[in-house]
Nanobody
Framework: EVQLVESGGGLVQLGGSLRLSCAASGFTSDDYAIGWFRQAPGKEREGVSCISSADGTTYYADSVKGRFTISSDNAKNTVYLQMNNLRPEDTAVYYC???????????????????WGQGTQVTVSS
């Protein structure tokens, strides 16, 4: 059974930084997409960033390019999202999610994935 457990959310001021972590377990293959999605109150869920486990290729939504960085530590089965220069519009519940069939560009564009973590709140105050 695939499990994704997020940590690292919190309250930060405008321009601040946070790092989210996602501990993944239960994958039986080395080829899957894993990434971060977010949902703000009253808004649809959106893809933020994704990394392909097969080759480490990373993908970002236009709204976070240059500010967020996704990375993975395969030894720890953990994916990170370093978020810098945070803005109030980044406030949302952030979810780690993964999929064996949907590739990263599709996951980012559609906000879809099969496996989901419980989410962690990120709040950016102005």
């Amino acid at each position: 059974e695939v499990q994704l457990v997020e940590s690292g959310g919190g309250l930060v001021q405008l321009g601040g930084s946070l790092r989210l972590s996602c501990a993944a377990s239960g994958f039986t293959s080395d080829d899957y997409a894993i990434g971060w999605f977010r949902q703000a109150p009253g808004k649809e869920r959106e893809g933020v960033s994704c990394i392909s486990s097969a080759d480490g290729t990373t993908y970002y939504a236009d709204s976070v390019k240059g500010r967020f960085t996704i990375s993975s530590d395969n030894a720890k089965n953990t994916v990170y999202l370093q978020m810098n220069n945070l803005r109030p519009e980044d406030t949302a519940v952030y979810y780690c999610a993964a999929d064996r069939l949907i590739i990263c560009p599709v996951a980012i564009r559609t906000g879809r994935a099969h496996y989901w973590g419980q989410g962690t709140q990120v709040t950016v105050s102005s």
